[in-house]
């Protein structure tokens, strides 16, 4: 997702005294084997070599009844090879989305089978927490987010997962959606990430979505207690799924990671 004027207003940053630095000059400013492009919402793309693997994509216009709010539907680099999908709800596990993009392997929540498209011709591989595998040259592991992980109230429910990539020695991780949780710390006291991609919108009103959705703020304690070399926000300005406006969340990250000392970068670029 290229900046531009519209992009810049919708997600807010026009509002901040000065430019983050775009995704690709952070990348590079690492040394990273791993391309990151920002599809919109939690969508994110990773190309290392030959490989592509996408978390959580929803690359078309409208999520159920909800339409994209200015931010285009963005493509992947590539065909992806893997799909990781954190949880069942929609607008992480998304079925039209998988139908189109026809990935070779399908990693998801274990017993959320029932959730993927008829006629999805993919390798399935179901993941719990604390759970690795290695597919097409990536490792992966499951962590335990703190989420609800039923597709609607009532329904059974499945784990809410996030997801460390690694290749070539070098880390990605995806929280998918969590509220705050000391599960970060657990992470970045054992195998801290070199880049982490946390969800910063949909936290609004507190009352309902604080045991579901973190803050800004709250994804800035999640950075540091990951201890991340570099933090990517993700899941905001892309659908209206909550009460806060769409500009909100990304000047609030923004602020709150100056003050903080967090290293971190704009998602697109």
């Not at 962590?143 to 996030?162: E, I």
Request: hydrophobic share 45%.
């Amino acid at each position: 997702m290229r900046s531009s004027p519209e992009l810049r207003r919708v997600t807010g940053a026009d509002r901040l005294a000065e430019a983050e630095p775009t995704l690709p000059e952070a990348l590079a400013e690492l040394g990273s084997p791993i391309a990151l492009r920002w599809l919109g919402h939690a969508g994110v793309s990773l190309v290392a070599g030959d490989r592509c693997l996408v978390f959580d994509p929803v690359v078309t216009a409208r999520l159920a009844g909800v339409f994209r709010r200015a931010l285009p539907a963005v493509a992947p680099h590539a065909r992806p090879d893997i799909v990781c999908l954190t949880h069942t709800h929609r607008d992480h596990f998304h079925g039209p989305s998988l139908a189109a993009l026809r990935p070779r392997t399908v990693v998801f929540p274990r017993g959320a089978e029932r959730y993927l498209p008829p006629g999805l011709e993919a390798r399935r591989v179901p993941m719990s927490p604390g759970e690795t595998v290695r597919v097409d040259g990536f490792t992966l592991t499951a962590h335990a987010m703190r989420h609800p992980g039923w597709r609607q109230p009532f329904a059974r429910s499945y784990p809410a997962l996030g997801y460390t990539a690694a290749r070539e020695g070098f880390a990605v991780f995806h929280a998918g959606d969590s509220a705050a949780s000391p599960v970060f710390a657990g992470i970045g006291a054992a195998t801290p990430p070199d880049v982490a991609l946390l969800p910063i919108g949909a936290y609004a009103p507190r009352f309902v979505l604080h045991d579901k959705h973190m803050t800004p703020e709250q994804a800035v304690d999640a950075a540091l207690a990951l201890r991340a070399r570099l933090t990517v926000p993700v899941h905001f300005a892309t659908f209206r799924l909550a009460l806060e406006p769409l500009a909100e969340p990304y000047p609030r990250f923004v602020n709150a990671a100056r003050r903080a000392g967090l290293i971190r970068c704009a998602p697109w670029e």
